[in-house]
Nanobody, 127 residues
Framework: QVQLVESGGGLVQAGGSLRLSCAAS????????MGWFRQAPGKEREFVAA????????YYADSVKGRFTISRDNAKNLVYLQMNSLKPEDTAVYYC????????????????????WGQGTQVTVSS
């Protein structure tokens, strides 16, 4: 059974930084793409960033490009989201996710292409 557990959320002032972590278990972590998504109150879940199984390809939403960095450590079964220059509009619950099937050298972007999800971690950015 695939399990994903996020950590690292919290309260930070605008302009600050946080690093989220997602620990994966239950299957061969290094064989699958990973993604980060977020959901703010009253809004749909949206794509933030994704990374291919090898880490060779990364993808970002336009709203976070240049501020957030996704990375992974396949030896430790961890995926990270480094968030810099945080803005109040980044406030949301952040989720990591992984698809059921392999995706080759790419990583999916639409949330519907992801099958396994963590419980989420709250990020709150104050102005």
């Amino acid at each position: 059974q695939v399990q994903l557990v996020e950590s690292g959320g919290g309260l930070v002032q605008a302009g600050g930084s946080l690093r989220l972590s997602c620990a994966a278990s239950g299957r061969t972590f290094s064989a699958y793409a990973m993604g980060w998504f977020r959901q703010a109150p009253g809004k749909e879940r949206e794509f933030v960033a994704a990374i291919s199984w090898s880490g060779g390809n990364t993808y970002y939403a336009d709203s976070v490009k240049g501020r957030f960095t996704i990375s992974r450590d396949n030896a430790k079964n961890l995926v990270y989201l480094q968030m810099n220059s945080l803005k109040p509009e980044d406030t949301a619950v952040y989720y990591c996710a992984t698809p059921r099937r392999g995706s080759g050298t790419r990583a999916p972007i639409p949330p519907l292409e992801y099958d396994y999800w963590g419980q989420g971690t709250q990020v709150t950015v104050s102005s």
